[in-house]
């Protein structure tokens, strides 16, 4: 058996959710989606009644929580809130659909993952750690064993 992983925050979600929300109604700048933008978007939609189905879920999603607009837009959660469950047949269909030279991909083998994992631990975590540490208050430091 051979695994296969998807993301659970990945940039190829953004153009399927930006579609989403621009097809019902709200219009923005895909890259310039930071919260000041978002919380002008919330106040435009607001007080609108009836909303689409894509003005409800930003408003829900996006404008009225605290989570950086950014990192929704790369959500499987909010992309299986606008499509479904995201099984086999369905990543499928939507990695069809992205252009090819995007760089871009919606499935992952093990190998890919074990190196995203290394490489976090390696850099991510370790540049945290030395920062931390440099900056830290001594006395918050505590001693743990293995």
């Given at each position: 058996m051979?695994?296969?992983?998807v993301a659970a925050a990945n940039p190829a979600y953004r153009p399927f959710i930006t579609k989403f929300f621009a097809e019902g109604g709200i219009e923005f700048v895909d890259e310039y989606m930071d919260k000041e933008r978002a919380d002008a978007i919330f106040r435009e939609l607001s007080p609108k009644t009836p909303k689409?189905?894509?003005?409800?879920?930003?408003c829900e999603?996006?404008?009225r929580r605290k989570f950086d607009p950014q990192g929704m837009l790369e959500s499987k959660g909010v992309l299986e809130m606008i499509l479904?469950?995201?099984?086999?047949?369905?990543?499928?269909?939507?990695?069809?659909?992205?252009?090819?030279n995007?760089?871009?991909?919606?499935v992952f083998t093990k190998e890919e993952v074990a190196?995203?994992?290394?490489?976090?631990?390696a850099v991510d975590l370790r540049a945290a750690l030395l920062t931390d540490l440099?900056?830290?208050n001594p006395r918050s430091l505590q001693v743990c064993s293995f």
């Amino acid at each position: 058996m051979e695994y296969r992983f998807v993301a659970a925050a990945n940039p190829a979600y953004r153009p399927f959710i930006t579609k989403f929300f621009a097809e019902g109604g709200i219009e923005f700048v895909d890259e310039y989606m930071d919260k000041e933008r978002a919380d002008a978007i919330f106040r435009e939609l607001s007080p609108k009644t009836p909303k689409t189905r894509a003005e409800e879920m930003f408003c829900e999603l996006i404008g009225r929580r605290k989570f950086d607009p950014q990192g929704m837009l790369e959500s499987k959660g909010v992309l299986e809130m606008i499509l479904g469950k995201l099984d086999e047949a369905k990543i499928a269909e939507l990695a069809l659909l992205l252009p090819a030279n995007s760089g871009r991909r919606l499935v992952f083998t093990k190998e890919e993952v074990a190196e995203a994992i290394a490489r976090f631990y390696a850099v991510d975590l370790r540049a945290a750690l030395l920062t931390d540490l440099k900056d830290g208050n001594p006395r918050s430091l505590q001693v743990c064993s293995f």
